[in-house]
């Protein structure tokens, strides 16, 4: 199947009907076999969220639903996907009284949220039709997708679900619900917030396809974050790698997982925004990487983060005992920036929500040696070359810049930076980025 697209439209592109007329005219303008992943339409998840954390929420929860899909989709509730837009309300109503009575419930939960990107399929399937398509509503564990965890999960199984796939059920344009699919206990799973994109990248892992192209409501993704007030243009091309590292650290416009399941193969993925002109190249396409020294592509900066020291003891058990340690961290979901040993002791940075959760784990393999807080960690992406970094900031004029070097990656150079003033650190630093090397 390798002549298949995989479109995926975010919440984000889900604001309004007529982003639905939209969708529409791209879908028929495309001459390859199309697959469609979507998102909840934009704010569902959150209310939902919000019903099953506080019950008297929910009270006209299923109405408002019902009301706002129904303008996005006028006649759905009369059309062939009338009888499963009703039961997916039906379930959101039982889901609730079901959680009103053991709140604890993570089956009534995780089928609550889900509904979300039911009602959502259901609606675009609904409209695609209207427009002489021959589109289909899929749930995403239906399909056979399944998730490597129960209840939540942090990726889709892909040889299991190349095992489980149902190949009959991608008939015509199928549009396919992101963000959840079927634990390994047979229940609901769901990925973290923002895993839609995974699942899109999983599904085109899985059906082999041509590419992935990812429809947001940005023009790519730019070198510098635009909450920083800083006005920078699309990267045109990006490593898998440095999109994973900018996006685990300032770039929300893609989730960090996203780029796992089709890196080993490839596929590439484009970044397109809705609302802009199609042309032939997307503003930022994502693919293997090109490690080019002295590219410096773009600066991502992480909030609130904190290095922890362990003594490391016997340099000949260092190997097995640091290996054990980052075992225990993923295993509690703790993301470690930078893992940097040394003969006598070893740094681990994390943010500083999990700082606890960090000093339990590894109080049990190594002694805490110091703790040293800082605001913000900076990563320049696209060069593991700290001199192309040296050779810039010295044109840079602000009594801000208090950079502590970290690490160098493959891909980057990291900096730990302690200012009360992010903003004007970002705004200085961003001329790094975009001015040329004096070398």
């Given at each position: 199947?390798?002549?298949?697209?995989?479109?995926?439209?975010?919440?984000?592109?889900?604001?309004?009907?007529?982003?639905?007329?939209?969708?529409?005219?791209?879908?028929?303008?495309?001459p390859s076999k199309i697959v469609v992943v979507?998102?909840?339409?934009?704010?569902t998840t959150d209310r939902l969220l919000r019903a099953a954390n506080e019950p008297r929420y929910a009270t006209r929860l299923v109405s408002d639903l019902r009301k706002q899909h129904l303008r996005f989709s006028p006649g759905i509730d009369e059309s062939i996907f009338a009888e499963k837009f009703n039961n997916v309300l039906l379930g959101i109503d039982k889901s609730l009284f079901n959680l009103s009575k053991n709140p604890e419930s993570s089956v009534d939960v995780n089928t609550l949220l889900a509904a979300g990107e039911r009602?959502?399929?259901?609606?675009?399937?609904?409209e695609l039709r209207k427009q002489g398509l021959d589109a289909n509503a899929v749930g995403s564990e239906d399909v056979g997708i399944c998730l490597n965890g129960t209840d939540t999960a942090t990726n889709v199984d892909i040889e299991k679900s190349i095992t489980m796939l149902d190949?009959?059920?991608?008939?015509?344009?199928?549009?396919?619900?992101?963000?959840?699919?079927?634990?390994?206990?047979?229940?609901?799973?769901?990925?973290?917030?923002?895993?839609?994109?995974?699942?899109?990248?999983?599904?085109a892992r899985i059906l082999d396809a041509k590419k992935l192209i990812l429809w947001k409501d940005v023009d790519g993704v730019l070198s510098v974050n635009p909450r920083w007030g800083v006005n920078s243009k699309p990267i045109p091309y990006l490593g898998y790698d440095e999109a994973r590292e900018l996006s685990r650290v300032d770039a929300p416009v893609i989730h960090h997982t996203t780029?796992?399941?089709?890196?080993?193969?490839?596929?590439?993925?484009?970044?397109?925004n809705l609302h802009s002109q199609y042309t032939d190249s997307a503003p930022t396409i994502i693919g293997p990487n090109i490690i080019q020294s002295n590219q410096l592509k773009a600066i991502g900066c992480m909030r609130s983060v904190v290095k922890i020291s362990a003594e490391i003891g016997d340099i000949i058990s260092q190997s097995k005992v640091l290996g054990q340690l980052l075992i225990e961290l993923d295993q509690e979901n703790i993301t470690c920036w930078s893992v940097k040993s040394s003969p006598s002791k070893v740094d681990f940075i994390v943010s500083q929500q999990e700082l606890t959760a960090t000093s339990e784990v590894i109080q049990r393999n190594l002694p805490i040696s110091h703790i040293e807080f800082y605001s913000c960690l900076i990563s320049f992406i696209g060069t593991n070359n700290r001199e192309v970094i040296d050779d810039r900031i010295p044109g840079i004029k602000t009594a801000e810049l208090e950079l502590t070097y970290l690490d160098s990656t493959e891909l980057s150079v990291q900096y730990l930076c302690n200012t009360d003033d992010i903003i004007n650190l970002m705004k200085s630093l961003s001329n790094v980025v975009l001015k040329k090397s004096k070398r």
């Open positions: 199947m390798n002549d298949v697209v995989v479109h995926k439209f975010g919440g984000s592109c889900l604001r309004d009907s007529s982003d639905l007329d939209i969708i529409s005219t791209i879908i028929k303008s495309q979507v998102s909840a339409l934009w704010g009602l959502s399929a259901l609606v675009v399937a609904n190949h009959s059920a991608f008939r015509g344009i199928p549009v396919i619900t992101g963000w959840f699919g079927e634990g390994k206990d047979g229940n609901l799973a769901l990925l973290s917030r923002g895993g839609s994109d995974h699942t899109a990248a999983a599904v780029m796992s399941p089709v890196k080993d193969y490839g596929i590439p993925i484009e970044i397109r």
